[in-house]
Each structure stands twice: as structure tokens, then as C-alpha cells.
């Protein structure tokens, strides 16, 4: 394989020369950058469409965007950061250079949380409402942006011969994410590694969840349940595809995935606090009727 080709050999799919970026008056621009631009914009779209069809106010959408961008973006990189710290310690200058990488997505959401609960506190509105409303927009984000870990030859699995088999040739990926397992599936003789394509195990279980999302919007009980339906479905389809990852960021001092313990979480707690709310909904309306 050339350094720029991608393969599903099983699926019959050859890419050839596959950029990672493309240059626009001298300067060299990602395929990764533009493909996670384009799914921030489709997500805020989404969520002022979602604003729209349920009779709210657009702007506040268009509004918050602006924070929750920035902020997401921050916490996508300090999120890397903390938990690839050895890369970091000796050179601190570098948690400044992205252009190399180093975005957690798990970041990018928690602070995206935090900054709705605290625009909504500032607006005085309600962020369950507004939560239920941004949720399609942002695992379409998610859809979209995971395209670009493809790009990028990143975000893979260990070694497997499965129907969605990729084949990445060995110069075109970081040596460190080149597990033991994969390494002893190289035969003498080829220059390509052939791994699970995980980012696209999460971009078509997010595509399910944005599904499944828009076709219950309409039947939810309760304020705050598309919160919910988001952190359970992502952290469910997360914590199985983040162990077969490569590049997994660890608990320090541990084995312990932190983005997969983090899923795990998410799933227990949506499960918990809706079944714990729809209680308390339903003796309300016993209690009513009675």
C-alpha cells in the first residue's frame, strides 16, 4: 500500500491517496479541522431547527452556540491533555499546538454541559428545555466529526479480519498506536496494519441514536429526557467501542480507560434518573386521578 491509501479489503473498498490536508495559498489546511467545522455547523442547524419546529426562539440557539463552541473546544483539549500528561509536562507550550492533535470528545461534552446550565442560569431559562432541543444537533456533530478521525488514520481498533476490516498503511499512523496485538499481525514482507474501524462503529451508532432520538422527541415525558436518552445511547454504544481503541487515555496509575469508565457512567445514571423521574411523574398523575 501507498502511505496515502485506505482499504476495506473484505468490503472490496480501495481508496488511494487518501490527503490528510490540502493547501490554500501556502497554508496548510486538515481535512480533520474542516470536517469537525462542518459538524459543529450542521449540530447548531439542527438545534435551531429543533428550536423552530417547537415554537422557541432561534437566536437563543444561535446565542449560546457561540459559547458552548469555544468552551467545548477548550475542554476537548485540556481533557487530552490532563490525561496524556507525560506528552505534555516537558514542553507546556505544546497544550497550545493542536495542529498536531489531542482533542477528546468527552471534553468537548462535559463542557458543553457545564456552559448550558451556566448560560441558562445567567438567561434564566430553563436547560432542560434547551438540552432537549441542542441534543440531535449535537450527535449529529458527532456523526459528522468522527469522519475526520478517518482522515486522519486515527481512532482505530486492534488487529481483526472481520467484514469491516481497514487496512492503514504502517508510515500513515503514530507508531504509539500500534498495539502488540496489531504488531504481531503484521506479516514480513507488507507495510499495512490492518485494525477494527471504531470511528466508524461510532458514527453509524450515533447515526442510530439521532434516529431513534427524532422519532421520540415527540413522545418524551418529561423536560430533560433527550439529556438523558443522549448520555445513556452514547455512553451504552461508547463503552463497548472504546475497548477495542488503541488509543485509549488511561486513569493514571491504572489500565483503566477513562473515557470507557466515563461511559459506563453515563449509562447507569440516564438509566437510573429516568426510571426514577417517570416514577415520580406517574404517582403525581395516581395521586391526580384519585
Not at 452556540?65 to 507550550?93: E, T
Request: with cysteine.
Amino acid at each position: 500500500m501507498n502511505a496515502g491509501d485506505i482499504a476495506f479489503p473484505h468490503l472490496g473498498i480501495y481508496l488511494e491517496n487518501v490527503p490528510k490536508s490540502f493547501t490554500v495559498f501556502g497554508f496548510s489546511i486538515a481535512f480533520y479541522g474542516v470536517i469537525i467545522g462542518i459538524g459543529v455547523l450542521a449540530g447548531i442547524l439542527m438545534a435551531v431547527h429543533q428550536a423552530k419546529i417547537t415554537g422557541q426562539n432561534p437566536d437563543i440557539y444561535w446565542d449560546f452556540a457561540i459559547y458552548a463552541v469555544i468552551f467545548s473546544v477548550i475542554g476537548a483539549r485540556l481533557y487530552y491533555v490532563i490525561f496524556s500528561w507525560d506528552n505534555y509536562k516537558n514542553d507546556l507550550l505544546s497544550i497550545f499546538n493542536t495542529r498536531k492533535g489531542g482533542m477528546a470528545i468527552y471534553g468537548g461534552v462535559i463542557a458543553a454541559f457545564l456552559t448550558l446550565f451556566i448560560y441558562c442560569r445567567v438567561k434564566k431559562l430553563n436547560p432542560f428545555q434547551i438540552g432537549d432541543t441542542c441534543m440531535p444537533g449535537l450527535i449529529l456533530g458527532q456523526v459528522i466529526g468522527r469522519w475526520g478521525n478517518f482522515m486522519n488514520r486515527e481512532a482505530f481498533g486492534e488487529y481483526t479480519d472481520s467484514l469491516f476490516a481497514m487496512r492503514l498503511p504502517i508510515e500513515a499512523v503514530r507508531s504509539s498506536d500500534i498495539s502488540e496485538n496489531i504488531a504481531a499481525h503484521i506479516v514480513e514482507g507488507i507495510n499495512y496494519i490492518q485494525v477494527h474501524p471504531t470511528f466508524l462503529y461510532e458514527s453509524v451508532w450515533n447515526l442510530m441514536i439521532l434516529i431513534l432520538m427524532l422519532c421520540y422527541r415527540k413522545h418524551k415525558k418529561f423536560q430533560g429526557e433527550m439529556c438523558l436518552f443522549y448520555l445513556g445511547g452514547y455512553g451504552l454504544g461508547r463503552f463497548f467501542i472504546e475497548g477495542l481503541r488503541t488509543d485509549q487515555l488511561l486513569i493514571p496509575g491504572t489500565d483503566l480507560a477513562v473515557s470507557q469508565i466515563l461511559a459506563l457512567c453515563m449509562f447507569v445514571f440516564s438509566v437510573i434518573a429516568d426510571v426514577v423521574i417517570r416514577f415520580r411523574i406517574n404517582k403525581k398523575e395516581k395521586q391526580k386521578n384519585f
